[in-house]
């Protein structure tokens, strides 16, 4: 098909100040400094040395312990990503973070249905419910992100980042059962710096940073930053003209460093971002059978009603979404951040407050019919975190110890209506009511829910150097947890009349069938005890052997989307809350350098066994449950990882990443059924359910799928890369000529929670060049290609609502390009 193309937008705040900072840098360079004679380094290959590490090896400083050291001396399964080869990859955000971190997996099919997973846990997949914790917690400057909303925005004035895999609730304020990812950004300085990047590419791309600090007093440095990005979307809707799949962010981040004396620093921080998307669609990607009739299955109903998709290609990259789309997203907040260097440790204290602002509408039909014709479900969020910390380094003993208060308000204010072509596409075409509209024209359910959280925590760590070799590493987490909970739904007729259990007229049953109302108030609280224990035996100063048990908790939760209910249309109270994830973990791995640490091996193997792991199910009807939370009996995942970089001169580094994930529902009995298995009737006492795809067939109550995989894993992740570049000069600058690739492959997953024959997504493998010329005053001029073979894959699958059949998708970037200059004072 042809179609017009509308313009895209063209915003870009921060243009005008980076370009100047640009030029004013680019026109007074410095001279180079020549190499020495001996064949020493010069000050381009010094800075990237420093700058680059991450992926590439070499002494990379980390504080996964709380404290400052090497990544090859913590006993810890670690990633670290440097803010230069950050911006070198363009991984400007978490989701561009997994093709650098294998055991990393990010799934958004919008900014509030994110999930981020390390080893195939943290998060259930599917639509988010804001009465669970993640089991990945993201922390920026020691500030803990309750939003998983914040990963879709981008990285600002980024340093380093540090992907922890495994439990880390003895060492950080929120408790993480799944690993953590701990961001630092660039603090201010008492001597003046500054840098700016832009990049302009296809799809209109357009991209700026910049950041400048320096001292105010001899006591008192200000450090602020700003990053704005723009493109055109990559799937065309056809329906309204427009792009969507945009992006539109913008995000800026201001800090104030006190320094009264040497033994004391204090840090008031603040930051706003906001994203102003045209998002979130999906397209079109196949049919499947289901158990009902053949007459309300996809392509019946589509025909009844004369509709066509654009397209059954997905990578036509085309839909007909009907409804508005938006992913108004605005986050931001302010911290304290104060160390005090006072006896023998340092103490920390971090005073934090954060809100979120989410402003969606959605097409939850997935179809250019206008059966689903608004859904949103705002909800503004305040988060306030109180983190004291104490932690010493001495010759025989280390340890932290530290208090962990956090508090959460969380409002929703839900509006899912039908529209005209609802009642031929929902209803039974058996019944006289199918071919009237004005039955569900209108239908409207109103939800209003708010969540309190509150968590208190103490924990420690002590590292006792038993030898200079072998150390022991106790750690204990003592955890409270109360959540309190509203939720209702009210549900009213086209000309506004509600609509109560109680008539049993035909239009009444039939709109009850599709929005009931409901109102529950759940509640939870708990304390839990944590603990571990890691052994380190340093065998030589290059080569580390460890090995750790965990047995740790994530917090119970409530059910904030409502719950099933009964033949009596009461609410299930025993299904408002969900039990507390018990976890066993277990792990050992070795550090090594070879070659005088101009190579870099890491290897660590890993159980994790999880009792009433916390899943959603999802019972594939318009009304009153999309999806709810319940309790796996029994979740496993276990497997390999490796890091290898080798550097073996400085005019050349790679790296290569790998992780085999074995995840696995070793109990799950009473899931809910794949779209093969759903839809018919329910079988009853005797009843032997149908074979998979039965038109009209009998269906179970629940499935079995104990033994099968978890959704959004990979069995094989791999990462690699590898750049070269040779000295010369151009335009009279000294520098280096460089070439780089990164790669990345994954292998097949399921995108459905219990997985279905018609929701996997075929593996896949994406490649990123870039190539450029660098000086040593801080010049980087390159241009970059990703995905330059233009693999068409897919990132996530959806099954439609309803039990039709439909299965829509989301499609992974085409190949973008573009180019990109780099100044730094």
Same mark, same amino acid.
């Given at each position: 098909?042809?179609?017009?193309?509308?313009?895209?937008?063209?915003?870009?705040?921060?243009?005008?100040?980076? &370009?100047?900072?640009?030029?004013?840098?680019?026109?007074?360079?410095?001279?180079?400094?020549?190499?020495?004679?001996?064949?020493?380094?010069?000050?381009?290959?010094d800075?990237?040395?420093?700058?680059? *590490?991450?992926?590439y090896?070499?002494e990379?400083?980390?504080?996964?312990?709380?404290?400052?050291?090497?990544?090859?001396?913590v006993?810890?399964?670690?990633?670290?990503?440097?803010?230069?080869? @950050?911006?070198?990859? *363009?991984?400007?955000?978490?989701?561009?973070?997994?093709?650098?971190?294998?055991?990393?997996q990010?799934?958004?099919s919008?900014?509030?249905?994110?999930?981020?997973?390390?080893?195939?846990?943290?998060?259930?997949f599917?639509?988010?419910?804001?009465?669970?914790?993640?089991?990945?917690?993201?922390?920026?400057?020691?500030?803990?992100?309750s939003?998983?909303?914040?990963?879709?925005?981008?990285?600002?004035?980024?340093?380093?980042?540090?992907?922890l895999?495994?439990?880390?609730?003895? &060492?950080?304020?929120?408790?993480?059962?799944?690993?953590?990812?701990n961001?630092?950004?660039?603090q201010?300085t008492?001597?003046?710096?500054?840098?700016?990047?832009?990049?302009?590419?296809?799809?209109?791309?357009?991209q700026?940073?910049?950041?400048?600090?320096?001292?105010?007093?001899?006591?008192?440095?200000?450090?602020?930053?700003?990053?704005?990005?723009s493109?055109?979307g990559?799937?065309?809707?056809?329906?309204?003209?427009?792009?969507?799949?945009?992006q539109?962010?913008?995000?800026?981040?201001?800090?104030l460093?006190?320094?009264?004396n040497?033994?004391?620093?204090?840090?008031?921080?603040?930051d706003?971002?906001?994203?102003?998307?045209?998002?979130?669609?999906?397209?079109?990607?196949?049919?499947? %059978?289901?158990?009902?009739?053949?007459?309300?299955?996809?392509?019946?109903?589509?025909?009844a009603?004369?509709?066509?998709?654009?397209?059954t290609?997905?990578?036509?990259?085309?839909?007909?979404?009907?409804?508005?789309?938006?992913?108004?997203?605005? +986050?931001?907040?302010?911290?304290?951040?104060? $160390?005090?260097?006072i006896?023998p440790?340092? &103490?920390?204290?971090?005073?934090?407050?954060?809100?979120?602002?989410?402003?969606?509408?959605?097409?939850r039909?997935?179809?250019?019919?206008?059966?689903?014709?608004?859904?949103?479900n705002?909800?503004?969020?305040?988060?306030?975190?109180?983190?004291?910390?104490?932690?010493?380094?001495?010759?025989r003993?280390?340890?932290v110890l530290?208090?962990?208060?956090?508090?959460?308000? @969380?409002? /929703?204010?839900?509006?899912?209506?039908?529209?005209?072509?609802?009642?031929?596409?929902?209803?039974?075409?058996?019944?006289?009511?199918a071919?009237d509209?004005?039955? &569900?024209?209108?239908?409207?359910?109103?939800?209003?829910?708010y969540l309190?959280?509150?968590?208190?925590?103490?924990?420690g760590?002590?590292?006792?150097?038993?030898?200079?070799?072998f150390? @022991?590493?106790?750690?204990?987490?003592l955890?409270?947890?109360?959540k309190?909970?509203?939720?209702?739904?009210?549900?009213?007729?086209?000309?506004?009349t509600? @609509?109560l259990?109680?008539?049993?007229?035909?239009?009444?049953?039939?709109?009850?069938?599709?929005?009931a109302?409901?109102?529950?108030?759940?509640?939870?609280?708990?304390?839990?005890?944590?603990?571990d224990?890691?052994?380190?035996?340093?065998?030589?100063?290059?080569?580390?052997?460890?090995?750790?048990? %965990?047995k /740790?908790?994530?917090?119970?939760?409530?059910?904030q989307?409502?719950?099933?209910?009964?033949?009596?249309?009461?609410?299930?109270?025993?299904?408002?809350t969900?039990?507390?994830?018990?976890?066993?973990?277990?792990?050992?791995?070795? $550090?090594?350098?070879?070659?005088?640490?101009k190579?870099?091996?890491?290897?660590?193997?890993?159980? /994790?066994?999880?009792?009433?792991?916390?899943?959603?199910?999802?019972?594939?009807?318009?009304?009153?449950?999309?999806?709810?939370?319940?309790?796996?009996? $029994?979740?496993?995942?276990?497997?390999?990882?490796?890091?290898?970089?080798?550097?073996?001169?400085?005019?050349?580094?790679?790296?290569v990443?790998g992780?085999?994930?074995?995840?696995?529902?070793?109990?799950?009995?009473? %899931?809910?059924?794949?779209?093969?298995l759903?839809? *018919? /009737?329910?079988a009853?006492?005797?009843?032997?359910?149908s074979a998979?795809?039965?038109?009209?067939?009998?269906?179970? %109550?629940?499935?079995?799928i104990?033994?099968?995989?978890?959704?959004?894993?990979?069995?094989?992740?791999?990462?690699?890369?590898a750049?070269?570049?040779?000295?010369?000069?151009?335009?009279?600058?000294?520098?280096?000529?460089?070439?780089?690739?990164?790669?990345?492959y994954?292998?097949?997953?399921?995108s459905?929670?219990?997985?279905?024959?018609?929701?996997?997504?075929?593996?896949?493998?994406l490649?990123?060049?870039?190539?450029g010329f660098r000086?040593?005053?801080?010049?980087? +001029?390159?241009?970059?290609?990703?995905?330059?073979?233009?693999?068409?894959y897919?990132?996530?699958?959806?099954?439609?609502?309803?039990?039709?059949?439909?299965?829509?998708?989301?499609?992974?970037?085409?190949?973008?390009?573009?180019?990109?200059?780099?100044?730094s004072?």
């Amino acid at each position: 098909m042809t179609a017009k193309y509308p313009s895209a937008r063209r915003r870009m705040q921060a243009d005008s100040l980076t &370009l100047s900072l640009l030029l004013a840098l680019a026109v007074t360079p410095a001279m180079a400094e020549e190499s020495a004679a001996d064949g020493t380094s010069t000050g381009t290959d010094d800075a990237m040395a420093q700058a680059e *590490g991450g992926s590439y090896g070499g002494e990379i400083i980390v504080t996964a312990r709380r404290r400052q050291e090497t990544a090859q001396d913590v006993p810890i399964a670690i990633s670290v990503v440097a803010g230069e080869q @950050i911006d070198n990859t *363009g991984s400007f955000n978490v989701g561009r973070l997994t093709q650098l971190t294998p055991t990393l997996q990010f799934y958004s099919s919008n900014p509030r249905n994110t999930a981020v997973n390390v080893r195939g846990i943290g998060a259930p997949f599917g639509l988010t419910n804001d009465g669970i914790e993640q089991g990945v917690g993201i922390y920026i400057d020691d500030v803990y992100y309750s939003r998983v909303a914040s990963s879709t925005f981008d990285f600002l004035d980024v340093a380093q980042i540090e992907v922890l895999r495994g439990p880390q609730g003895t &060492l950080y304020g929120k408790n993480t059962t799944a690993g953590a990812i701990n961001i630092a950004t660039n603090q201010p300085t008492f001597d003046f710096e500054g840098k700016a990047e832009v990049s302009v590419g296809n799809f209109n791309f357009k991209q700026a940073k910049a950041a400048i600090s320096g001292p105010l007093s001899d006591r008192l440095a200000a450090r602020i930053a700003m990053s704005s990005t723009s493109r055109r979307g990559t799937i065309f809707n056809v329906a309204t003209d427009r792009w969507t799949q945009s992006q539109d962010n913008i995000g800026i981040r201001g800090q104030l460093l006190w320094q009264p004396n040497d033994d004391l620093g204090i840090t008031l921080s603040g930051d706003w971002n906001k994203q102003d998307a045209v998002c979130c669609s999906s397209v079109f990607v196949r049919t499947g %059978a289901t158990q009902r009739p053949l007459n309300r299955q996809y392509a019946a109903l589509a025909a009844a009603q004369g509709y066509v998709v654009p397209s059954t290609n997905s990578y036509d990259r085309v839909t007909d979404l009907d409804a508005n789309l938006n992913a108004g997203n605005e +986050i931001g907040g302010a911290a304290l951040r104060l $160390k005090w260097d006072i006896g023998p440790g340092t &103490l920390t204290s971090v005073t934090a407050w954060r809100y979120w602002d989410w402003q969606p509408e959605n097409d939850r039909d997935f179809t250019g019919l206008p059966i689903v014709t608004k859904s949103q479900n705002p909800s503004q969020q305040d988060q306030y975190t109180q983190e004291l910390r104490y932690n010493c380094t001495g010759d025989r003993f280390d340890f932290v110890l530290g208090g962990f208060y956090y508090y959460q308000r @969380i409002d /929703t204010q839900g509006t899912e209506a039908h529209g005209p072509a609802s009642s031929r596409w929902t209803l039974n075409p058996a019944s006289a009511l199918a071919n009237d509209p004005a039955v &569900l024209d209108g239908l409207t359910a109103i939800n209003t829910q708010y969540l309190k959280n509150t968590s208190a925590a103490l924990f420690g760590q002590v590292s006792w150097k038993v030898t200079d070799q072998f150390t @022991i590493q106790p750690g204990v987490r003592l955890n409270y947890d109360k959540k309190d909970g509203f939720y209702q739904r009210r549900v009213f007729a086209g000309d506004g009349t509600p @609509i109560l259990f109680g008539p049993t007229d035909a239009i009444t049953v039939a709109r009850l069938g599709v929005f009931a109302p409901q109102e529950i108030s759940p509640s939870f609280s708990d304390w839990n005890f944590s603990y571990d224990l890691t052994a380190t035996y340093k065998a030589t100063p290059d080569l580390l052997f460890y090995a750790t048990y %965990a047995k /740790t908790f994530k917090s119970g939760g409530i059910n904030q989307n409502g719950v099933p209910s009964n033949a009596a249309n009461n609410p299930i109270l025993d299904a408002a809350t969900v039990k507390p994830e018990s976890v066993n973990h277990y792990e050992a791995g070795v $550090k090594a350098e070879f070659f005088d640490r101009k190579a870099t091996l890491n290897v660590t193997a890993f159980r /994790t066994d999880i009792k009433n792991y916390q899943a959603n199910v999802n019972n594939g009807q318009f009304g009153v449950l999309r999806g709810y939370l319940a309790n796996a009996d $029994k979740v496993r995942t276990q497997g390999v990882e490796f890091d290898v970089s080798a550097r073996p001169s400085e005019r050349f580094r790679s790296y290569v990443n790998g992780a085999y994930t074995d995840a696995k529902y070793k109990r799950f009995v009473d %899931a809910p059924c794949p779209p093969e298995l759903s839809g *018919g /009737t329910t079988a009853g006492a005797g009843q032997a359910p149908s074979a998979p795809g039965t038109a009209g067939g009998i269906s179970p %109550a629940n499935c079995d799928i104990s033994g099968q995989r978890l959704p959004g894993v990979s069995k094989w992740a791999f990462s690699f890369g590898a750049e070269a570049n040779a000295e010369s000069d151009l335009f009279g600058q000294q520098g280096q000529y460089y070439l780089g690739y990164d790669g990345s492959y994954r292998s097949s997953f399921s995108s459905n929670p219990s997985p279905s024959a018609y929701t996997w997504i075929q593996g896949y493998s994406l490649s990123n060049f870039r190539a450029g010329f660098r000086t040593e005053n801080g010049i980087d +001029i390159f241009g970059w290609v990703r995905n330059p073979f233009d693999k068409n894959y897919l990132e996530q699958l959806s099954v439609g609502p309803g039990n039709t059949g439909l299965i829509v998708g989301l499609p992974g970037d085409p190949r973008t390009w573009g180019g990109t200059i780099k100044a730094s004072f």
